[in-house]
């Protein structure tokens, strides 16, 4: 069985750019995590999927970023545009569900902004 | 709300050795779930371990182990006979609904 994927691996943008990610879950994982890491410090929550619904937004750091999951099935994270401070390792994971349920993780992506 | 701390940056222990990182958190709520993650060099995220606050008894994996302290809101994880392989970042974390609240980390290097 896959895991979760996430593309691209590593992107490197100017300041004022755009740039979207992509997240693959695990087929049949109904909910979608996505998390930013920012260097040196710790993983924080951005958003949960269920489905294509967002159960919990709470955070995403301001309106240029935006999450969708189109059809319950991949997500993407666009950051429009993009400023110095959102450069880290954007992590997705997915879980069949929540409470116990263990969250599956992809590798990452890593966001240099220029 | 919910804070988890892990009060060791970097940690390091000689093969065959057995190692204990710390984790404390703070949280209002009764029943829970803490986890711990590991991250090695260059590869994805994976589970550890994980404990229900509700159960009095340690969660066990082959050579992982937890001392979960529930009053003292305390949840170490313990390694035995440390493996090269067991070389990583430890990531600490508490799960509220859906998502989960991490620790800053622990880099672990076992030595050969």
């Known amino acids: 069985e896959a895991g979760v994927t996430q593309f691209p691996s590593h992107s490197v943008i100017e300041k004022g750019q755009t740039v979207t990610l992509r997240c693959d879950p695990i087929?049949?994982?109904?909910?979608l995590y996505w998390y930013r890491r920012v260097m040196g410090k710790e993983i924080k929550f951005l958003l949960h999927?269920?489905?294509?619904?967002?159960?919990?937004e709470s955070g995403m750091p301001n309106n240029r970023f935006l999450a969708e999951r189109t059809g319950g099935t991949y997500s993407t994270l666009k950051v429009q545009p993009a400023e110095l401070e959102d450069s880290g390792v954007y992590f997705c994971?997915?879980?069949?569900?929540?409470?116990?349920?263990?969250?599956?993780f992809g590798p990452g992506t890593r966001l240099t902004v220029t | 709300a919910q804070t988890v701390t892990q009060s060791q940056p970097e940690m390091s222990v000689q093969e065959a050795e057995t190692v204990t990182l710390s984790c404390t958190y703070d949280?209002?709520?009764?029943?829970?779930?803490l986890f711990w993650y590991k991250q090695p060099p260059s590869r994805q995220m994976i589970l550890v371990i994980r404990?229900?606050?509700?159960?009095?008894q340690n969660a066990t994996e082959n050579r992982f182990s937890v001392n979960f302290q529930k009053a003292a809101k305390s949840f170490s994880l313990k390694i035995s006979d440390s493996q090269l392989g067991d070389t990583a970042m430890y990531f600490c974390?508490?799960?509220?609904?859906?998502?989960?609240?991490f620790g800053q980390g622990t880099e672990l290097s076992v030595k050969p």
């Open positions: 999927f269920v489905k294509e619904s967002k159960q919990d």
């Open positions: 087929s049949g994982h109904d909910n």
């Open positions: 404990q229900e606050a509700y159960k009095q």
């Open positions: 949280t209002s709520e009764s029943n829970y779930y």
């Open positions: 994971a997915s879980s069949e569900g929540q409470g116990a349920y263990e969250q599956y």
């Open positions: 974390a508490f799960k509220e609904g859906g998502k989960l609240i």
